[in-house]
């Protein structure tokens, strides 16, 4: 049954893909479908066609431009990001400690059929379908035991591509390797490993903005902007870039004729000479964006208001409070089922995640790959509770057969 509703939500996503008009809606999808495209037909990671950038992480774009580079079109970017997520479900269901989850694909299905943002997502060109791929995959790897030079390799390189996807996660990286080292899954010398093959990954793409621009740019130009739509005096924890007053500080830098790396740079400095002149202020608006990132609605940009409608955004909210109410059922039975070591790992990595992305600023499609972390848990639950049933149930059955032939017995 699991594999079948897998296949038919697969097949919802491709029917979907096919029907959902074959063009870009927000401006992050422009920018890494040019990016793609000028690595395919152009002089590689450009936006212009001309000259190289870092003004976005690398891996989706690749993504993309592998799948362009064979012929793929809108259809076959969206139906991908579906193969991707249905992957992760996949992954997901390893994540149970042992033996087989009982009914785990199932489970782990249905839930993620009842959270639609994950489906909408994945028809988007957004990186998040893509990066929880990479990080549910990376999770999925720590947990394994024994362990090995391989697996430690394997992760590092799992926990590489995740950063090169989103640099912001390597705040989360972090966590999970000092959260998994605390809770005694791994060991010193696999975090050492781990650690130093995922700096050698996320390294060599600096190593080529280095060659290219003269200077140090880990990853990506645009951690400056990031930093100040989530750090300025306008700021507020739930519009983030939906927020107009930001345009001023897009003027300035164009009036000045600032690179991306100049504009890069006076971004950074911009919001931390806000943040140092009122830290009172920045402090009340960093947790209030720890908050919002438990957020059930966003605010959007006037521009994309109309993919967000009333009805999608209450759909939206109900269904990641159906997530947290089951988490909270799960929590309410602690003493009488305490976690396990691999769900305090993920109860805390999805909690300290909120402190590490409210750095910058904290958004739904930025929770999407965290979200994994607590289907995991709730999946696990109920399995445990679907088995407990099926184990009663069978028991009656058998005391029952057991009392009719009894019977049948004595009537004879």
């Given at each position: ?105 199932l489970i782990v299905t249905g839930l993620v059929v009842c ?298």
């Amino acid at each position: 049954m699991g594999v079948l509703l897998l296949l038919l939500y697969l097949l919802a996503g491709m029917i979907y893909s096919a029907v959902v008009h074959p063009a870009a809606r927000f401006l992050d999808e422009k920018d890494y479908l040019t990016l793609s495209d000028n690595l395919v037909h152009g002089p590689g990671f450009s936006m212009d066609g001309v000259h190289p950038t870092a003004c976005r992480p690398p891996a989706y774009a690749f993504f993309l431009a592998g799948i362009r580079a064979m012929g793929g079109d809108f259809f076959s970017f969206r139906a991908a990001n579906f193969v991707m997520t249905g992957a992760t479900i996949f992954l997901v269901c390893r994540l149970c400690p042992g033996k087989k989850m009982f009914g785990g694909l199932l489970i782990v299905t249905g839930l993620v059929v009842c959270y639609p943002v994950l489906f909408y997502t994945s028809a988007t060109l957004y990186p998040q379908t893509l990066i929880g791929f990479f990080f549910i995959l990376a999770i999925a790897l720590i947990v394994i035991t024994p362990r090995g030079v391989a697996l430690n390799v394997v992760t590092g390189f799992s926990f590489g591509l995740l950063i090169l996807g989103a640099p912001a996660f390597l705040l989360t990286v972090a966590v999970v390797l000092g959260t998994a080292r605390f809770l005694k899954i791994i060991r010193w010398r696999d975090v050492v490993l781990i650690a130093l093959v995922t700096f050698l990954m996320t390294g060599t793409w600096t190593l080529r903005n280095a060659a290219h621009f003269h200077r140090f740019v880990p990853v990506t130009s645009n951690s400056g902007i990031n930093f100040l739509v989530g750090n300025n005096p306008q700021a507020t924890a739930y519009e983030a870039a939906a927020n107009a007053a930001l345009d001023p500080y897009y003027e300035h830098v164009g009036n000045l004729g600032l690179d991306e790396f100049q504009g890069d740079h006076y971004y950074w400095e911009t919001a931390l000479t806000w943040i140092k002149g009122h830290p009172g202020d920045a402090t009340v608006l960093y947790f209030e964006k720890v908050l919002n990132f438990f957020n059930i609605i966003n605010v959007y940009e006037s521009g994309n208001r109309a993919e967000f409608p009333a009805w999608r955004q209450v759909v939206m909210a109900a269904s990641y409070l159906l997530l947290l109410g089951l988490l909270g059922r799960r929590l309410v039975e602690i003493k009488r089922f305490p976690l396990i070591p691999r769900e305090k790992l993920f109860l805390i990595v999805y909690v300290l995640s909120a402190f590490t992305s409210a750095i910058f600023f904290t958004r739904i499609r930025h929770r999407l790959p965290y979200d994994y972390l607590i289907i995991a848990i709730i999946a696990m639950d109920l399995s445990r509770r679907f088995e407990i049933w099926m184990t009663a149930q069978r028991s009656q059955k058998q005391a029952s057969s057991v009392r009719e032939s009894n019977a049948g017995m004595k009537s004879l």
